[in-house]
């Protein structure tokens, strides 16, 4: 077990994250940091939806993390090496909670892995491995440290940050799930120490984002309706809007007229009079009196449409702004009303009501859909394993073997004979040879791995990439030995509870 002393007297410097940590953005409970990332349900639908907007266009374009360069992969030290702090331990799988005999088959891709997708300080879309790991309310991700947090830049947690079990590009077959808040080991938050390269995030509920095909409805069934809506206008000719009043018996929100030109007003009573509506301030539509008389309230033409967050802060006219309680940016429209003389220049427009139903839906906790793996620390090596990803870059020399579209898996026997990187001066890793590539960080290590329950204990997670015959393949692959602190990190994470988006 490794500490990270500060010298007595001693000057520190704060940057990057340890700024960050002094700050307040990371709270340090013994040997626990926690930091927010989606901190509403309205900032975390917005998330859901710029990943998974245009069929999700945004997750077929994120590329493998690239923390990791050339040089970065080299030969594993065989100095250091690991230290037991308690005695072996383990938390049972979601389903597995009772043990049960279980005969081995064939292998099988777990249910729980996924890949995590954020924006790097660049403004890059990357992607990680990760899986669904037992928790109380089964809502909790690990993946590496590295995924999480922006140590390219010594900034705060990734931005934009979700996980997708089962991604299959761009098809998310059990939701999107927001990243809530990230815990890690202190010394990782604080001071980068890549001997606790991982992560555990919990993510509120799971979102399902449906095609967003619009539905015509009336002016009532929209007024109703509270989730995403659209109204769109149409010019048309002064027959048809006289067509539409004598359909729906006088003039009604689906057909109105408006002008810019207010100097020939008359009255409600003027014969020939054409009815115009006018759009004001929320503040002037309130002050306005109702009735008939010129300037009164037109009650039956307030329009509130949902836009995009763009459209949101874009938006500069009179129409007033707000975001529900549901999250959706909205801008009401309020409008007077005026009587002018027929002679006056009037448009005439159509209004038609849309609705866009079952565009966001609660897809329930992430245990609940895909279960979650068990928990193992302080473990011996010399112990079999399976490690699960997307290993999708090429390898040093160029040669890709790669594609980072479906998962793949490496077997074998940990060992702690290879256990550290001169690159990110570590100590305390284990290793195992495999030949994964950038894309498969982040993935889990899962001891005591159940083919038919697809199944198994979380052992480590994928934090580098080494070649250790030199020529230039990865060849093996490494993790944080996950030891009581480990479980200290996981125990408080897996005790915290997020919540519904929607």
């Known amino acids: 077990m490794k500490r990270i002393l500060i010298p007595a007297g001693g000057a520190i410097v704060a940057t990057g994250l340890l700024a960050a940590g002094l700050a307040g953005t990371a709270q340090a409970a013994n040997d626990v ?16 939806e710029f990943w998974a907007d245009n069929n999700g266009a945004a997750l077929r374009a994120a590329k493998e993390s690239n923390v990791w360069d050339k040089g970065d992969v080299a030969k594993l030290q065989s100095k250091g090496g690991y230290s037991a702090d308690t005695k072996p331990g383990s938390t049972a799988p979601i389903g597995q909670e009772k043990k049960t005999t279980v005969k081995v088959q064939n292998v099988n891709m777990p249910k729980t892995i996924g890949k995590v ?79 606790r390269d991982y992560a555990f995030v919990t993510v509120y509920n799971g979102v399902q984002l449906g095609s967003g ?73 309130d002050a306005a009196p109702s009735g008939q008389k010129n300037g009164a309230k037109a009650l039956n033409a307030i329009v509130t449409e949902n836009v995009t967050e763009s459209q949101y802060k874009a938006y500069t006219g009179p129409g007033y702004k707000k975001i529900d309680d549901k999250g959706n940016f909205t801008i009401t429209h309020y409008f007077l009303k005026y009587w002018v003389k027929r002679t006056t220049e009037v448009k005439y427009y159509r209004t038609t009501f849309f609705i866009i139903d079952g565009y966001v839906k609660d897809a329930g906790r992430l245990g609940d859909n895909v279960g979650g793996q068990g928990f193992a620390w302080n473990q011996p090596t010399g112990k079999p394993v399976r490690v699960f990803g997307y290993p999708a870059a090429a390898h040093p020399d160029g040669n890709k073997n790669y594609t980072g579209v479906t998962p793949k898996w490496c077997y074998g026997n940990t060992t702690k004979k290879l256990q550290g990187s001169a690159a990110k001066k570590i100590e305390e890793h284990v290793a195992l040879k495999c030949a994964f590539t950038e894309g498969a960080d982040g993935g889990p290590w899962l001891y005591k791995y159940s083919n038919s329950k697809r199944l198994g204990y979380l052992n480590g997670v994928v934090s580098t990439f080494n070649d250790q015959d030199g020529n230039g393949r990865v060849d093996y692959i490494s993790s944080p030995y996950f030891d009581g602190e480990t479980n200290v990190v996981y125990k408080s994470a897996a005790a915290s509870w997020s919540g519904k988006i929607v």
């Not at 940091?33 to 859901?48: H, L």
């Not at 095909?213 to 809007?241: C, N, S």
């Not at 067509?243 to 689906?254: A, F, I």
Request: proline fraction near 4%; charged fraction near 25%; charge should be negative.
């Open 33 to 48: 940091a926690s930091d927010p990332m989606a901190t509403s349900a309205a900032n975390a639908k917005a998330i859901a």
């Open 117 to 195: 997708f954020f924006v790097n300080s660049k403004g890059e879309k990357k992607w990680c491995s990760a899986t669904s790991i037992q928790s109380q309310y089964r809502n909790l991700v690990a993946t590496a440290g590295h995924c999480v947090y922006d140590t390219a830049t010594n900034s705060d947690v990734l931005s934009k940050w979700v996980f997708v079990p089962g991604y299959y590009q761009g098809k998310s077959p059990w939701g999107i799930y927001v990243g809530k808040q990230a815990f890690t080991h202190y010394d990782f938050d604080v001071y980068e120490d890549y001997d």
């Open 213 to 285: 095909t619009p539905k015509k409805v009336t002016k009532a069934e929209w007024d109703k309706f509270e989730g995403v809506k659209d109204a769109k206008d149409e010019q048309i000719t002064q027959a048809e809007y006289q067509k539409c009043k004598d359909l729906n018996g006088g003039e009604t929100p689906d057909c109105w007229a408006k002008t810019t030109d207010l100097d020939d007003l008359v009255g409600p009573d003027y014969s020939g009079a054409i009815k115009v509506l006018k759009e004001v301030s929320k503040e002037q539509y």
